[in-house]
């Protein structure tokens, strides 16, 4: 049976992104443009290659997402969908032996979630995505945040963990509603020890701290404003040391005594000026004809021309995957973190994912643990349960 109790036990399994291949973007017209995805698609699965076969060499079990390779069903309202497949991290999550998942995926094994969001006159039993007529599909999509992609994209990693017996457990259609309960990105698990990133700001964390309690009452449960991606935040990389992009006024009450190495200026404040760009014209790659105008054709040949090359020479992510104790996974090298790496001793092996800032996803964010080696531990008994 699969369990993950402490984020840097020894990685033993391990499921792996997979985004659209070259040809998938024939649908651009515009020949410079659809060159530029040609070639970020090839240097995106070459990452995850190269990825694969790091994790590999320290004996981790690799499982991938999967692309149906008949592209329209990734064609909904006009438009193509964001390869969600790239991000595992993003849609399930083991806690300890359970293994959390959107009430979505259980369309596949059975009707009990079909059932209590089934409408007037659907079919009384759940008979495939695909002959589904699109009014339904539509509703699913748009009123149940229901997401086929996400379902059949990761259906490897469903099936491995049921395979070893692990519970599963589906979330409700309450629950449905807010992915970060699902959504490892979220959470940083020591232990019994769980840290929720908040989603943004000005939430209430102590209402969200009990309903997390409520939820999980095995562990102690603490928010962390962060914001977003707890794991684009701050990564506890052993107990000991935590590399954080900047100051969180609760690392004191969450992680006494805990070395903390601040990076302020790197990552997403690094690449502003693209991100910037990047609103101006988010989404319009995935819909046919959008990619004519000039500012478009802009906007992605300065990503090529300009912003791969910097962030691969100068911007260090803490989105890192740890493999065990003594070995992390990052995308670049940094004199502050490397340091406190060798103080802890903790050897980094850098593994670049070249278009990170371009599909908002990093190395933890295309990954996800599955299975790691170890027991639950207790790292700050001293505290009184909630």
Not at 286 to 300: A, I, K, R
Request: with cysteine; proline share 6%; net charge negative.
């Amino acid at each position: 049976m699969y369990s993950v109790y402490q984020h840097w036990d020894p990685l033993r399994v391990c499921a792996v992104g997979r985004s659209y291949p070259p040809e998938f973007y024939s649908y651009i017209n515009n020949a410079r443009v659809r060159s530029v995805f040609e070639r970020i698609a090839q240097e995106t699965e070459e990452d995850y290659q190269s990825l694969i076969k790091l994790l590999q060499s320290f004996g981790v079990e690799v499982v991938r997402t999967e692309i149906d390779p008949d592209q329209s069903k990734y064609f909904h309202n006009g438009q193509y969908h964001s390869p969600i497949m790239m991000t595992p991290r993003d849609w399930s999550i083991m806690i300890g032996n359970k293994f959390y998942a959107p009430a979505s995926q259980n369309f596949l094994t059975d009707n009990t979630i079909w059932n209590n969001l089934r409408g007037p006159n659907w079919p009384v039993t759940y008979p495939g995505w695909n002959h589904l007529e699109d009014w339904i599909q539509q509703e699913l999509i748009e009123i149940h945040h229901v997401n086929q992609n996400v379902v059949n994209g990761n259906r490897p990693i469903l099936d491995k963990v049921l395979a070893q017996g692990n519970e599963v457990v589906y979330t409700d259609r309450d629950n449905l509603l807010q992915p970060q309960l699902m959504n490892a990105a979220m959470i940083t698990r020591v232990g019994r020890d769980l840290y929720w990133g908040s989603q943004s700001e000005g939430q209430d964390l102590e209402q969200l701290r009990q309903d997390r309690q409520r939820m999980f009452p095995e562990y102690r449960n603490h928010m962390v404003d962060t914001w977003g991606h707890a794991d684009g935040c701050f990564c506890p990389v052993k107990p000991g040391l935590i590399i954080s992009l900047h100051d969180m006024p609760t690392y004191q009450d969450t992680f006494p005594d805990w070395e903390v190495v601040y990076l302020p200026g790197q990552s997403w404040t690094r690449v502003q000026p693209f991100l910037e760009l990047k609103e101006k014209n988010r989404g319009k790659w995935w819909v046919p004809g959008e990619e004519l105008n000039d500012e478009f054709t802009h906007y992605v040949e300065t990503w090529m021309d300009h912003w791969v090359g910097y962030v691969e020479e100068s911007v260090f992510d803490v989105n890192m995957l740890v493999i065990d104790q003594h070995n992390v996974i990052c995308n670049n090298e940094n004199d502050a973190v490397f340091e406190a790496f060798h103080r802890h001793g903790v050897t980094p092996h850098v593994c670049n994912f070249r278009h990170r800032y371009f599909w908002d996803g990093g190395i933890h964010c295309i990954t996800s643990d599955l299975d790691r080696a170890g027991t639950l531990q207790d790292h700050f008994p001293e505290r009184d349960w909630p």
